[in-house]
């Protein structure tokens, strides 16, 4: 009889616990989750807009992946690069395969069965149809991790901000096409130029563009940092 | 007599002083002509119809003293026989549209909708940032407060805080009614009704015999893709059910004039 007593008190406890554990169950105990192929580079190359190039930036998304235990896969920055004489353009879109893109914190199903961090996809970043371009995609603050998991700090944080990510591209993921400068000289100056950016949490100068919000005053690290910047980078494994 | 004057000053500072605050955006700054509402009407998506949410925004909006205003709640109904389609679009006005900060949500119609692949791709400013109540409050959005219970009316109904970022819309992604057929206005807002036990938990689309309401994200943070006027169904039209996918049927007021 106590024995009895004893469960019915225990029963709505043992309950309570079970919930919360499911509920803090709903991130992965190993960060960045093995699905992970996006991120937020956790840390700049430090020199402004000069990156060394496409191949310099992708060894630095390929640097900070290795150091996280994701260094299996082929990293790309998302730039563009501009077409210069016996150079044409290279577009970011292009650059990245074709996805779709898992951050670096996977929760398990919701109770319909659903991801809530949906991973991202290609024709939904870059808005390729007007239905896509005007329902978004799932690449949202919470969304765009560093390879460490963690949050980078936007609009309303506690400063610095990094939101703004170097892209040199416009909204649909392509280069510019006309003769001023948006990628800090193909990502090798670090003084005259400018660079286009966007915004990872979707925060700033009137839109949400996650990859062409602005253009930046220069291509110091200096300059860089008075937008709201540090010079941080969007990376994507293209397998 | 010193005193009388200063009284007298003290009186006139504050007659000065309150018109401004009373108009809301920053003092002396843009009227606002855009808000969440702070609270639901409370009977799932049952509104009493366009008519009962239009009074839910004018009297939160006379509350905080912006009464003087035509306010619109974003909700479109769909077309029944002798009754044609509201959209959502066309109630609110031309813009531009301010939020409680004086922070311009759209400049008009097509920003705020995306009209354009170029005006779709950049959006428009509604964020969690400006998606303000017509108190100033940012709505909770997901994992703001890590409440366990945030799925649970019984619980959120007391507990302000909870996450409650589905905005009631009825409305396709450019502000538009939907099609006759499946329900996506809670029976153009008259329903607090949910599916049949045999057809809960398949989801959250619309069907026959499935009360649903479309609704979207003031934080662009749900659905997988943030939409802030339709990103996805609800699981019926009560309260209840509103509450279990993260709303508790609050909607966008706009002034149309």
């Not at chain 1, 319909?112 to 896509?132: A, C, K, M, W, Y």
């Not at chain 2, 609800?234 to 508790?248: D, E, I, P």
Request: with cysteine.
């Amino acid at each position: 009889m106590k024995n009895i007593y004893l469960l019915v008190l225990i029963g709505p406890l043992l309950t309570a616990n079970t919930a919360v554990a499911q509920e803090s169950g709903k991130l992965p105990d190993r960060i960045p989750s093995s699905l992970m192929t996006f991120f937020v580079t956790s840390e700049p190359i430090g020199d402004g807009g000069s990156l060394g190039g496409l191949a310099g930036a992708d060894a630095h998304c390929q640097k900070l992946a290795t150091a996280v235990g994701a260094g299996g896969k082929m990293w790309r920055a998302y730039l563009s690069t501009q077409a210069r004489p016996g150079q044409p353009a290279v577009n970011a879109r292009d650059r990245i395969g074709t996805g779709p893109w898992f951050s670096a914190k996977e929760r398990v199903p919701d109770y319909l069965n659903r991801r809530l961090s949906r991973p991202i996809v290609q024709s939904e970043i870059h808005g390729d149809t007007l239905d896509e371009a005007r329902r978004g995609s799932n690449l949202t603050k919470e969304f765009a991790l560093t390879e460490k998991g963690d949050l980078v700090n936007g609009i309303g944080d506690p400063l610095p901000t990094r939101h703004d990510i170097l892209t040199g591209s416009r909204p649909d993921g392509r280069a510019f096409t006309d003769n001023a400068d948006h990628t800090c000289n193909n990502w090798t100056s670090n003084a005259a130029g400018s660079a286009q950016v966007g915004h990872s949490d979707r925060i700033g100068n009137g839109n949400q563009s996650w990859n062409s919000s602005h253009a930046t005053t220069g291509c110091s690290q200096r300059d860089l940092v008075s937008w709201g910047g540090v010079g941080l980078l969007y990376c994507f494994a293209v397998n | 007599m010193k005193t009388i004057l200063a009284l007298a000053s003290l009186a006139l500072l504050t007659a000065a002083v309150s018109p401004a605050f009373a108009q809301h955006g920053m003092p002396g700054g843009t009227p606002m002509t855009f808000f969440v509402t702070s609270e639901p009407i409370g009977d799932g998506g049952n509104l009493g119809g366009l008519a009962g949410a239009d009074a839910h925004c004018q009297k939160l909006a006379q509350a905080v003293g912006a009464g003087d205003r035509t306010w619109r709640a974003y909700l479109s109904t769909q077309a029944r026989a002798g009754q044609p389609a509201v959209n959502a679009r066309d109630r609110i006005g031309n813009g531009p549209w301010y939020n409680f900060d004086g922070v311009m949500i759209a400049r008009d119609r097509a920003h705020l909708h995306g009209d354009t692949l170029d005006l779709a791709r950049l959006g428009n400013n509604l964020t969690k940032r400006t998606g303000l109540t017509e108190k100033g409050q940012i709505v909770p959005g997901l994992n703001d407060y890590q409440v366990p219970r945030d799925s649970d009316w019984e619980y959120s109904k007391t507990t302000p805080y909870t996450n409650r970022h589905e905005m009631l819309t009825g409305s396709q992604l450019d502000g538009r009614a939907y099609p006759p057929g499946t329900d996506y206005t809670c029976s153009n807002w008259t329903s607090n009704s949910d599916p049949a036990p045999t057809q809960a938990q398949l989801g959250q689309e619309g069907g026959p015999n499935r009360p649903n309401a479309q609704i979207g994200f003031p934080d662009r943070n749900g659905g997988g893709n943030g939409s802030w006027n339709s990103s996805h169904g609800t699981t019926g039209c009560s309260q209840t059910a509103l509450n279990r996918t993260h709303g508790v049927g609050m909607f966008y007021c706009f002034a149309a004039n």
